[in-house]
T-cell receptor, first 115, second 112 residues
C-alpha cells in the first residue's frame, strides 16, 4: 500500500536559518509522482513541485531545493535562508501511476520561522 | 484567470440541516476532489470524480453526498447524518486522475 511519512510534526527555526523537511514514502509501483504543497495560515494549499519517479535530479527554485533519493525512498525539501513568510504547514504527497488511490498525503510538518 | 473557486468562505449549519458547499473550476480539468481537514490535522478524502456523471467514495464519505453534472462543478452536500461536520473543506482538481492537484481557497463549516 502507498504511504507517506513526515516524521517532523513541528519545526521552529530563526529567520535566515536553513531548514530541511523530511518525507519518506512507500510504494509498490515503479512509476509514481511525488509532490510538495504549502499551506499558509490562510488555508489554501499551494502546489510547489512535482517529481517523476524516473527523474532523480535534484531541483532548485530560488531558496527552495528538493532532494529525491529512490534508494532511501525519500523526497526531502530544504528552505535556505528561511523567512517569516515561509511559516506554514508543508505536505508531501504521492501518486501512483498503476495502483492505489489517486493521492496520498503525508500528515504535514508545521514550520514556524521566528523573526 | 484560471482557477478554482469555493463558496462560501464561511458556512454555518444548524442541527439537522443539510448544507451545500460550492466548487467551480475553469481549468478544463476532468478530475475533481473534496477533502476534509480538521484543526491541526492532515487531509482526508471525502469524494472524488474522474469524469462527469461519475464519482467515487473516498475514505470518509459517510454523511456526505456529491454530484458531477457539469465538468466545471462538483458541489458537496453535508447532510444531517454527518454528526461532526465542523471542519475546513478543500476542493481540488487535476487534469486527469493521479495528476497534480490544484486547490481552491476552502470553506470553513461551523455548527451553530
Amino acid at each position: 500500500a502507498q504511504k507517506v511519512t513526515q516524521a517532523q510534526t513541528e519545526i521552529s527555526v530563526v529567520e535566515k536559518e536553513d531548514v530541511t523537511l523530511d518525507c519518506v514514502y512507500e510504494t509498490r509501483d515503479t512509476t509514481y509522482y511525488l509532490f510538495w504543497y504549502k499551506q499558509p495560515p490562510s488555508g489554501e494549499l499551494v502546489f510547489l513541485i512535482r517529481r517523476n519517479s524516473f527523474d532523480e535530479q535534484n531541483e532548485i527554485s530560488g531558496r527552495y531545493s528538493w532532494n529525491f533519493q529512490k534508494s532511501t525512498s525519500s523526497f526531502n525539501f530544504t528552505i535556505t535562508a528561511s523567512q517569516v513568510v515561509d511559516s506554514a504547514v508543508y505536505f508531501c504527497a504521492l501518486s501512483e501511476r498503476n495502483y492505489g488511490q489517486n493521492f496520498v498525503f503525508g500528515p504535514g510538518t508545521r514550520l514556524s520561522v521566528l523573526p | 484567470d484560471g482557477g478554482i473557486t469555493q463558496s462560501p468562505k464561511y458556512l454555518f449549519r444548524k442541527e439537522g440541516q443539510n448544507v451545500t458547499l460550492s466548487c467551480e473550476q475553469n481549468l478544463n480539468h476532468d478530475a475533481m476532489y473534496w477533502y476534509r481537514q480538521d484543526p491541526g490535522q492532515g487531509l482526508r478524502l471525502i469524494y472524488y470524480s474522474q469524469i462527469v456523471n461519475d464519482f467515487q467514495k473516498g475514505d470518509i464519505a459517510e454523511g456526505y453526498s456529491v454530484s458531477r453534472e457539469k465538468k466545471e462543478s462538483f458541489p458537496l452536500t453535508v447532510t444531517s447524518a454527518q454528526k461532526n461536520p465542523t471542519a475546513f473543506y478543500l476542493c481540488a482538481s487535476s487534469s486527469h486522475s493521479r495528476e497534480t492537484q490544484y486547490f481552491g481557497p476552502g470553506t470553513r463549516l461551523l455548527v451553530l
